[in-house]
């Protein structure tokens, strides 16, 4: 018995003693990285960063050991394997951009909906709760969750920053940053302030989709041009002569070398024929 109160009193004691450190409050809405912006903006619910990570991984081992194992010559499955891993990132991305063109569709009725509640005498959490039964069917479980979050007890400024990170939009953060607005400083034109946006937003998703359409050639033309030299190079490592003149040192410069290039050349192809980019209000 004596062992165990000497342990109760010396738990006591550090308890006591760590009590007056000062620790650092934890931020309630913590700035997101650049990977959890990613999967957020991509719309696919519980998809956490060491999924990504740990799926890249088993990726680029096994394209790394299949191609060592058909050719012969590690530094050709290395590059393979890489580029490999880089697939569920640039998934991510691809249906980033998807999910955006087509919110950026729906995102005029829902704010028309959302004018139309305001108008008819509901508070802006009341209005907001309503679009996850009448809203756009894209948008419904998002603002299910800020529904949830805020009749659980959650002021309305740390739902709608909840909100703000779950859609990933930039459209969203402008309609968040409004709202924001007009609940601390009262606004009686709030129903003109978002019939303007809307008309906006159809106005720039109309050209959008026609400049769009114009300049996917420019990115067609930038993905075909880095992947055929890829490909001609898989084709040529199933003869073991080819496969050969890269199992040294220099052929695995060689090999480095032109994959810098290749996406060098990629990123500045899409740089150029790129649009402005809709900037997040963070």
Avoid at 99 to 112: G, H, K
Avoid at 136 to 153: H, N, Q, V, W
Avoid at 219 to 230: F, Q
Avoid at 250 to 256: E, K, M, P, Q, Y
């Amino acid at each position: 018995m004596s062992v165990i109160f000497g342990l109760l009193l010396g738990a006591g004691l550090l308890t006591i003693w760590w009590s007056f450190w000062p620790r650092n409050a934890k931020p309630l809405n913590p700035t997101p990285t650049t990977a959890q912006q990613l999967i957020a903006r991509s719309g696919i619910a519980h998809l956490t960063v060491p999924a990504v990570v740990t799926v890249s991984l088993l990726l680029a081992g096994i394209v790394f050991i299949c191609l060592t194992v058909l050719t012969g010559a590690a530094p050709i499955g290395l590059c393979f394997g890489l580029f490999a891993g880089a697939l569920p990132w640039a998934a991510l991305v691809w249906q980033g951009n998807r999910r955006q063109i087509a919110l950026r569709e729906i995102w005029p009725d829902a704010i028309d909906n959302l004018r139309s509640a305001v108008r008819a005498g509901l508070t802006l959490p009341e209005a907001l709760s309503q679009l996850a039964e009448r809203g756009p069917e894209e948008l419904r479980d998002a603002f299910a969750d800020f529904t949830a979050d805020y009749r659980s007890g959650a002021r309305f400024d740390d739902a709608l920053s909840r909100l703000k990170y779950t859609l990933s939009d930039p459209t969203a953060d402008r309609l968040i940053a409004a709202l924001k607005v007009t609940r601390e400083v009262g606004g009686a034109d709030i129903g003109r302030l978002l019939q303007t946006l809307s008309d906006f937003l159809r106005d720039d998703a109309r050209t959008r989709a026609e400049l769009e359409a114009r300049q996917s050639w420019t990115v067609n033309g930038a993905r075909l041009a880095v992947v055929a030299p890829w490909a001609v190079l898989l084709l040529l490592a199933t003869q073991p002569q080819a496969a050969a003149a890269y199992q040294s040192v220099a052929g695995l410069i060689v090999l480095f070398g032109g994959m810098v290039i290749s996406v060098i050349c990629y990123r500045l192809m899409l740089r150029i024929g790129s649009l402005p980019a809709e900037r997040r209000v963070l």
